[in-house]
């Protein structure tokens, strides 16, 4: 009895340890191991330590005999509303929700095994996709959303095989888990007293990865690497909860009977990324490294959130209109070797966002495009040890919001959220590996 209740305590315990806000765009989540100093760049083809495993699995190949790499990213979005002209829906409301951003803490572990000169083994935990947004009451986009948060694990078993001195292939299965819970207000017209409405889904699915590492020379390194998309079925519950006076509940218990209150089901597929790398050594001190990336958020459109029991079964409850787009990402590192033992590290990136029009933008998502500044180090204490420091701060340009939800139902109107966010996004990490 007591081994089956750890089998299910224990993902939970590492899905609670895996959320984050997003530091790319969308909801992605970059924070999978060494690398935050060069703001990612040269991520499938630098193969530093065992973190190599989830950007390009045939980096193990140029690791020692046995590596552990294990590391925390700490992330502080800010998402500060500025209202202009937003118009309420079925019940009123006002202010502007604060700082819908906060700090969170996103952990990744590795380790890689050779089991001959030419064949490595290796799994990763990490967290791939996540986000969060929580605004304080009252705001005026309550009905829409007010509070958002999305946490997903990853474990991802792989294998490499070095061909030759100039090529190595790998691959690797995941195992992924998503959770998501989504707050908002329900108002209907006339002077009942507000509900909240929760929802929380989950599932887990299958996906896989490949990448292949080309040494053209000693000074020279190329990476391509892909990560599939992964389909999700979940499904959940509403619950609705009253404001706690006998009138709240009251309303509460009434829309449930009405069907506010069911069980519900989605469809979501998170998308698949393209990575080509280089790195350059310049000289015994310099090297350089750079990134293209693809991610194929359209993957991403409607959302639809589908009611599986009361009287309402079989009709949508919501639809969460992303309009996601593909996106591109492109990144330029350096690292100065200021001794034997210690290495300073630069970056600079451009991360496209998924949302391209104001009228898509969802208030429990306000995502834009952003630049990466980063710098960080790299010390050795010992042979067998290195020790990694970064840190990141995002520049977002200030983001439009025109999202009406005037129309899903003529009782329940959602208003309109009219209005401007300025945004930023602080990022800080460590990542410590081990050769033994």
Known sequence: MSHKISMKVLPALLLAGL???AGASGFQLLEQGSGLGNAYAGSAAKANDASTIFWNPAGMTQLQAREVSGGL????????????????????????????GSWAFIPNAYISWALNKDLYVGLGIG?????????????????????FDIKTMNINPSIAYRVNDMVSLGAGVSWQKIEADYYRQVGILGNLPRVESHMSISDDAWGWNLGALFTLSPTTKVGVSYR?????????????SGDGSAAGNATANALGNAGGRSDVKADLEVPDTFIVSVT???????????????????????????RTSGPLTGQTAQVLEAD???????ALGANYAYSDALKFMFGLAYDQTPVKKASTRLTSLPDNDRTWFSFGAQWKPA??????????????????INQDETSLNPLTNRGVVIGDYNSSVWILGAQYSLAF
């Open 383 to 400: 042979k067998e040890q290195t020790l990694e420091l970064g840190a990141a701060y995002l520049y977002i340009p200030k983001t439009k």
């Open 324 to 330: 996601f787009q593909d996106t591109y990402r492109v």
């Open 280 to 306: 350059q050594k310049l000289s015994d001190r310099w090297e350089m490294l750079g990134d293209i990336s693809w991610t194929g958020w359209s993957s991403i459109k409607n959302v639809d959130i589908i």
């Open 19 to 21: 959320s984050g806000t």
């Open 73 to 100: 990213t700490a992330v502080r979005p800010s998402f500060k509303f500025d209202n202009d002209g937003s118009q309420v829906g079925a019940f009123n409301t006002a202010g502007d929700g604060g700082d819908a």
């Open 228 to 240: 599939s998309t992964i389909q999700y079925h979940t499904d959940g519950k509403v619950k609705l």
């Open 127 to 147: 967290g791939p996709f996540g986000n969060a947004t929580k605004y304080d009451k009252p705001w005026i986009g309550s009905a829409q959303s007010d509070e």
